[in-house]
């Protein structure tokens, strides 16, 4: 995901592709709409009425309209407030995020906002702010679960609506290193088993069976027991290392972290997860789901896999 600002010219004007676009996103959310006000239909949101309403954002002083794309696909809109009108308020402002409501539950309200954190954070800033409107009962619980708490409630400034103000400490963008391990279950005709994830920072994603490692464990014991953990398999072992690899993600007990990951390959039955305490292991880790997956099937993921060049190494695994 990219976010670019919006620029408009000396009259404010939006080119007009781009204007379709932002209103098919902001008409994608009728039932936000209908409980902010914000535009006098929420059934026919229509271009002049955003490109007016964008306009008036971007004459405030600090704010920008951020542009979030995905694979040249508008996917969500961020509006930012480099310093709130109130003169004690020392934090900037998430005024607005939304995600295009057809790619729901992918994960890019989340990414987005991490992305919007992390501009803040480069520019020094220590916390944000936002308000959520009374009666947003999904927007709350989505701030609440990226680390965003409450200060009080009160009516904003604009339209006098009342909200809950919320706060999230950015801290210094430090990432903890951490070690892990996974292994790829692949079955007699190639297939592999991926477990679907749903992390508070990159959203949902598909990963084999694995986790971090403990204090003196090595990569090769750590995976066999992440495997058993997840799958209730006991009679597989790693076999040849596929890969390592790094990449960033936020742990829900250890914070933000940069993860190195050996990856194994094992081969075994086609078959389902199973044990008693697999419900359990698999809610801590936020799992939502399994599957296998042909080579086919990986080459034409619409989610996000974990290395993402997943097919590739296989493909050159079994070459």
Known sequence: MILTPLTASPDHDIPGPLLTELTSLYASHRAFH??????????????????????????????????????????GVAITLARHPDP????????????????????????????????????????????????????LAFWTALG??????????????????????????????????????????????????????????????????EADESPRAGALRELREETGWTDLEPGPLLCTWEHDFTHLSVGRVRQHEHIYVAHGPRREPTGPHLAAAHAADGILTWRWWTRAELAGASEALWPPDLPQLLDAFEG
């Open 34 to 75: 209908a409980l902010s006000g914000d535009f006098p239909d929420p059934d026919d949101i229509r271009p002049e009425q955003v490109a007016a309403a964008l306009a008036e954002e971007l004459t405030r002083p600090g704010a920008e309209v951020l542009l979030a794309r995905d694979a040249g696909r508008l996917v």
């Open 88 to 139: 004690a308020d020392p934090d900037p402002w998430i005024g607005l995020l939304m995600v295009d409501a057809a790619l729901g539950r992918r994960g890019y309200g989340r990414r987005l906002a991490s992305l919007v954190e992390d501009r803040f954070r480069a520019a020094g800033r220590t916390a944000v702010r936002l308000a959520v409107l009374d009666g947003n009962t999904d927007g």
């Open 148 to 213: 965003y708490t409450a200060l009080g409630h009160r009516r904003d400034l604009g339209a006098g609506r009342p909200c809950t103000v919320l706060r999230k400490s950015l801290g210094d963008g430090s990432r903890i290193p951490r070690r892990a391990a996974r292994v790829a279950v692949l079955d007699p005709e190639g297939a592999v088993f991926l477990l679907r994830y749903d992390n508070v920072e990159v959203g949902v994603h598909w990963a084999m069976p694995g986790g971090g490692l």
